[in-house]
């Protein structure tokens, strides 16, 4: 039923192993230069609980920079077999090194998320994201032959030649930025097939913040299941947490992690339940291990258990990056909240791209929304009811009005990886 019964393995236990590997994973990053000074007076016989990791310090992305390249490896550099890069959404990359056992890890840590949605051996898996210095490509690709599946690394874009591919060797299982599941649902038909008939069950989404409203509308237009897969690549890529069949929220590895969610402003824990900021150790990692690693990624741990029987504690969609939130006449936004607004409306197509201009003293938010054809009609003030109400909508649920542009469908720019949902125009004349 499970892919390792470390997934439903008793907490009590679960929470002993997170203590003796995070005692390890203490005494081996100190072998790192990095480490080596920054946890020189810790002992590791003073951890009993996993609630004992708030003793050490956090890492964050600018100690990672400043120990850019080696740091944090506890390892001779001939020990490393891979290097991947962060895309660098926001700001200088980091590289993270990889020894051959951690490349190992991984691949188990990857086969089983897939596996925990449903994937097994006799599927088919297309990788059609990039591949390269992004995780997601290599990531995925080695994790599903782990698990067994035929695996075609299509790569991204070319829609044309992943649509053959699909169709000619019986793809059951992609793997997709959610952003483009959307547009390729549409290219799909558009190139005369009926997305009913593809072969395809299951669409692994991630990499991305995307609201449950966007994941509906996936599965809708694309006929699929798909799955929510956070990782980054500062704890290894992909693999980090999962959907299981439920889809009420991400696994998270415990035997391979340990997570804590803190209020930003205070480094404290938050209350069960309560969204904060994830921070997370690796405790599982041979060359490279990374403490307390603020994510700045925003989300909850889900209180109760889940339906599958796994005890490893489920995380909630990310509801973005602590960077992303955007301040508007004095209210705090994320591009998230406008994402579930409009993908929440049937009229409403596949792209949207937040701006911020500045006209006269104030700021302004405009908010350019791609819709469907069939909706786009020649009826001026049919178009013009459609979208004052997308506007009301909006600012239900932000708080201000935005002025909202209505475009035609595949109109708006698309990113070749993670979508760009914000642009900041206010420093432009
Ligand atoms: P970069 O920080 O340059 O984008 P990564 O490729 O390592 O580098 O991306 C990791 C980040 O991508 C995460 O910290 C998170 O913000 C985002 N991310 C990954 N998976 C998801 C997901 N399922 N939902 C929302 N955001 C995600
Ligand atoms: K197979
Ligand atoms: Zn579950």
Redesign the pocket.
């Known amino acids: 039923m499970y892919y390792d019964p470390v997934e439903a393995m008793d907490r009590a236990a679960l929470e002993e192993l997170q203590v003796e590997r995070l005692k390890e994973t203490i005494a081996n990053a100190r072998k790192s230069p990095f480490y080596g000074a920054r946890l020189a007076g810790v002992n590791p016989e003073d951890f009993k609980t996993p609630a004992d990791i708030t003793k050490l310090p956090f890492t964050t992305k600018d100690d990672l920079r400043s120990q850019y390249p080696h740091g944090l490896l506890t390892r001779p550099l001939d020990d490393f077999v891979r290097l991947h890069a962060s895309s660098g959404t926001t700001g200088t990359p980091t590289a993270v090194f990889y020894t051959q056992k951690d490349l190992d890890t991984w691949a188990d840590l990857m086969a089983r998320s897939m596996h925990c949605c449903g994937c097994r ?2 599927d088919v898996c297309q990788n059609m994201s990039g591949y390269g210095l992004f995780t997601g490509g290599l990531g995925i690709h080695y994790g599903a032959e782990r698990l ?3 695996t075609i690394p299509a790569g991204a874009g070319n829609t044309k030649r992943q649509i053959k591919l699909i169709r000619d060797h019986n793809v059951s299982v992609l793997h997709i930025i959610p952003s483009f599941a959307l547009y390729f649902a549409q290219k799909v038909e558009e190139a005369g097939y009926n997305v009913k008939e593809m072969p395809w069950r299951i669409a692994l989404i991630g990499a991305e913040p995307h609201t449950e409203e966007a994941r509906r509308k996936i599965e809708e237009m694309m006929h699929i299941k798909a799955y929510n897969s956070y990782g980054l690549s500062e704890m290894n890529g992909p693999g980090v947490a999962f959907e299981c069949v439920e889809q009420k929220g991400m696994h998270l590895w415990e035997d391979a992690y340990i997570a804590e969610i803190i209020n930003p402003d205070t480094g404290e824990h938050v209350a069960e339940g309560e969204i904060g900021e994830l921070v997370m150790t690796t405790i599982l990692r041979d060359g490279m291990p990374i403490i307390r690693y603020r994510t700045r990624d925003l989300t909850r741990f889900i209180p109760g258990q889940c339906g599958c029987g796994r005890t490893h504690r489920r995380i909630d969609r990310i509801a973005g990056r602590a960077d992303d939130m955007m301040i508007l006449k004095g209210v705090n936004i994320y591009p998230m909240q406008i994402e579930q607004t409009l993908m929440a409306m049937p009229e409403v197509g596949q792209n949207y791209l937040i701006e911020l201009v500045r006209e006269g003293v104030s700021d302004q938010m405009r908010v350019k929304v791609e819709i469907k054809d069939e909706f786009f009609v020649e009826d001026m003030r049919a178009l013009q009811g459609l979208q004052k109400q997308i506007a009301k909508n909006l600012c239900n649920e932000i708080l201000i009005t935005p002025r909202v542009e209505l475009c035609q469908s595949d109109s708006i720019p698309k990113a070749e990886g993670k979508a760009v949902r914000v642009v900041d125009r206010r420093g432009e004349e």
Request: no cysteine.
């Open positions: 051996k006799s067994g599946m035929l």
